[in-house]
């Protein structure tokens, strides 16, 4: 028995799933759906059965003896089973919330609207884990909730100021609409996503920013330094530094605090249960 994906990624559902239904008398003991004997299932693998065992064609029936009163039996052999679909696979449990797969390969294509370093799977399953240890916390102490005005207004500026959207054209809504698809989501979809980002932010900047200042020669100095070399690497002209002042405070900020979250993730890792499952990355 494994437990379905809920709405939230990660999350346990409120009721367990069963796998596959419990083998017949008449299968021999082996369960509906499982590998045949030999084969490998990758590590945390979740599958359903292909479709149920079928019983063979009864066999012709044995003739009787000369002068014995033997009795004719059909003989039912049960077929090999099935091998199982693969659904999704576990990679990780951290603090009993599941990590899957599907979470990681979500994750790598959202980094497209937050470039920032390498994105690789391992990159990706550390993001959510620290992702996910912080909104355990954040649950505990409830920040204000994000309006739509606020997720709108949000998401105008990153159509305007993120680079490798420039050449979509993200500031009209088609050429939103190809860079929302080119990566895989709908505009539900990435809303929730962002709304999910900035009250994860908000969280993080009420428990971390207080008292924290950008000064606007550090903002200017980041637009130089490393804005405009992203635009040219683009071959597109940079927006001025006006339309960028206010998301480039918000990268100061973030990059501020990372040693201080760095430090207190160390604690909720100590403090709690991360398992990562080995060999998930390469299971096929």
Known sequence: MVWAQSAVPGRLP?????????????????????????????????????????????????PASSGTA?????????????????LDRL?????????????????????????????TPESALQRLINRELIQQQEHLQQPSPVTDQELEADVAELR???????????????????????HGFTQAEFNSRWRERMLLLRFIEQRFRLGQRVSAAEVAEYYE????????????PPPPLDQLSSRIQEVLLQQRV??????WLKTLRAQGSVRILP??????
Not at 258 to 263: K, N, R, V
Request: glycine share 6%; with cysteine.
């Open 258 to 263: 990372t040693q201080l979250l760095d430090e």
């Open 91 to 119: 990679v990780a449990i951290v603090n009993n919330d599941l990590v899957l797969e599907s979470d990681v390969e979500e994750e790598m294509r959202f980094a497209a609207f937050q470039p920032n370093g390498a994105n």
């Open 225 to 236: 330094k490393t804005m405009l070399p992203q635009y040219a690497k683009e071959h597109v």
């Open 160 to 182: 305007k100021s993120l680079p490798v959207c420039a050449r979509y054209h993200c500031t009209t809504d088609a050429g939103w609409q190809r860079f929302l698809t080119y």
């Open 70 to 86: 033997q009795t004719q039996t059909a003989v039912m052999t049960p077929a090999p089973p099935t091998q199982g679909v693969l």
């Open 14 to 62: 409120d009721a367990p799933l069963p796998l596959a239904p419990e083998a017949s008398p008449s299968s021999g003991g082996q369960q509906s759906g499982t590998a045949p004997s030999g084969s490998k299932q990758p590590p945390g693998a979740l599958t359903v059965p292909n479709a149920p065992a079928s019983l063979a064609p009864q066999s012709p029936a044995v």
């Open 279 to 284: 060999g998930w990355e390469d299971a096929s």
